[in-house]
């Protein structure tokens, strides 16, 4: 019993862990999606703005060729003067050659700034004209060669989150060095390039792709946490299944315990008994056929007898339960043990006005392999129970019926029946509502069933009568369990 216990509470315990595996798992997966949400997310921002960034470092050098071959040249060469912006004809001259340059290209606003103060010499943008101290550490990069790129957003990131950004513009920014092209390289650095792209589109298509593979990955995780939990649950309703079997056995092996320490002391007392209870009767016999002139004293004898006879079959009940006969099997016929039994009763039957009905008996043949003898005191005392509590006048109905490979033997009374909480006491060892009897009855009864690997149990109705069904298989194999092929009926 201590291993049972200890293997149920293993097994508990068991499916505990497992339980709180399947939520931690949940909660695992959550988060490994989030980040691994944020790592695709974060490197397909990092390819767009490499992307972006190309096509500006390509448009950039583009303009760089564009603006020395045709603005700066034909100004400080083919007509000798200073660059300087502020001449009506060389802003429009400039604004020209940009805008022809990058036009169908994906650029918002496009800056110079000189090499001196850091100031925006030329703007598409033209009241940022003039303006200095935007450049930053991007434009301080350009002026040694170098070009760099940044993503701009309109809102402060403390308005958002990593996750879910709510800036209303995403725009990059890239500083570009503007210089001399050969043979005239040895100038060097004339001024800085800002390119401005806007990637609002671009980078709300990142964060809804962000959204998708998050929601991808949390359905996913979903169901397969929905997998674990049933799984889980699964597990749960095993264990208790194993748990109520468990313990049905249990209670059915204490139950067996006790029983087999019962026999074993009824049939030590039982044996103890029979033998003086045969000497008390024969003596009993003697002083009876001795007497026979004393009308006192052999209606006392007579009455020793009849009363010695009784206890003999209450010990021989108890011998019967406590040692149960070996049976001996042969082919016989069902029909033919269960008209015995209706006619050793029939005189009893006739005195008490009962009715008997037995169709089924006379028209047909049923063939089993049983022991014979056992299975008439079986159904012997089904019959005596059906006839004490019809009392006078009533009726019993018998039939046989061929269900797959068993027989199903209907006995069915119209006596008081029995009430619902006796019902499920009447096949308990020595309980009886009878004022006589040892109670073994139907205890012997189920044994001797068992035995030919049947089972009976007993539907009843106070005031209506009582139905007792016995399943029988047709032929013993030796082998299987005594309720293969049986309905799963609660005593």
């Known amino acids: ?72 040249l034909p100004i400080t060469q083919i007509y000798g003067k200073p660059i300087s912006l502020r001449e009506k004809q060389q802003a429009n001259l400039m604004d020209k050659i940009v805008r022809t340059t990058i036009h ?63 800036a209303t513009e995403k725009k990059l920014r890239t500083f570009i060095p503007f210089k001399a092209e050969p043979p005239y390289s040895y100038i060097g650095i004339l001024g800085v390039f800002e390119l401005v792209q806007d990637l609002t589109e671009e980078y709300e298509s990142i964060v809804k792709f962000r959204y998708l593979i998050f929601g991808v990955s949390l359905t996913i995780m979903f169901l397969i946490f929905l997998a674990l939990l049933l799984v889980v649950r699964k597990a749960e309703i095993t264990l208790r299944k194993r748990a109520l079997e ?10 067996a315990e006790r029983l087999a320490a019962l026999g074993q002391m009824v049939a030590s007392v039982s044996h103890e008994i029979k033998n003086p209870l045969g000497i008390i009767r024969s003596t009993a016999e003697l002083l009876s056929e001795k007497s ?28 019967d339960f406590a040692r149960p006969q070996e049976p001996h099997f042969r082919d016989c016929r069902l029909e033919e043990i269960i008209q015995r039994n209706l006619a ?19 028209s ?49 009374d119209t006596g008081s029946g029995i009430s619902p909480e006796n019902l499920s006491k009447i096949f308990n060892p020595f309980f009886t509502t009878k004022d006589k009897g040892s109670g073994l009855g139907l205890s012997i009864v189920r044994k001797i069933i068992e035995i030919h690997k049947g089972t009976v149990w007993i539907e009843s109705e106070q005031g209506v009568g009582t139905r007792v069904f016995v399943a029988l298989p047709r032929r013993q194999d030796g082998g299987g369990s005594m309720l293969d092929g049986l309905p799963d009926y609660q005593f």
């Open 344 to 362: 050793f009763l029939k005189s009893e039957l006739d005195k008490r006005g009962i009715e008997i009905k037995n169709g089924t008996l006379k």
């Open 1 to 72: 019993m201590e291993q049972h216990a200890e293997h149920r509470r293993s097994d508990t315990t068991r499916f505990r862990l497992v339980k709180f595996f399947a939520y931690t798992s949940f909660v695992i997966l959550i988060v490994s999606t989030f980040i691994l949400t944020m790592v695709i997310s974060q490197r397909a921002t990092t390819v767009l703005m490499k992307v972006y960034e190309n096509d500006a470092i390509l448009i950039a050098k583009n303009l760089n060729h564009q603006v020395f071959h045709y603005f700066t």
């Open 292 to 319: 026979s002139s004393d009308e006192v004293q052999a209606k006392l004898s007579n009455i020793i007898v009849e009363e010695s006879g009784r206890l003999n079959e209450v010990v021989t009940e108890f011998l």
């Open 246 to 255: 468990q313990r049905v056995l249990e209670d059915q092996l204490h139950h």
């Open 364 to 412: 047909k043949s049923f063939t089993i392999e049983a022991d014979p003898e056992q299975l008439y005191r079986a159904f012997l005392n089904i019959f005596i129970n059906a006839i004490q509590s019809i009392g006078d006048g009533g009726q019993v109905s018998v039939d046989i019926k061929e269900e797959g490979a068993l027989y199903r033997i209907e006995i069915i």
């Open 104 to 166: 169908s290209f994906n650029i918002e606003r496009v800056n110079i700034y000189d090499t001196e103060k850091g100031q925006i010499a030329y703007s598409t943008d033209k009241s940022m004209v003039g303006l200095t101290g935007r450049g930053g550490m991007g434009y301080r990069a350009a002026l040694e060669g170098k070009h760099s790129s940044g993503l701009l957003s309109r809102e402060p990131a403390f308005f958002g989150t990593w996750f879910m950004d709510f």
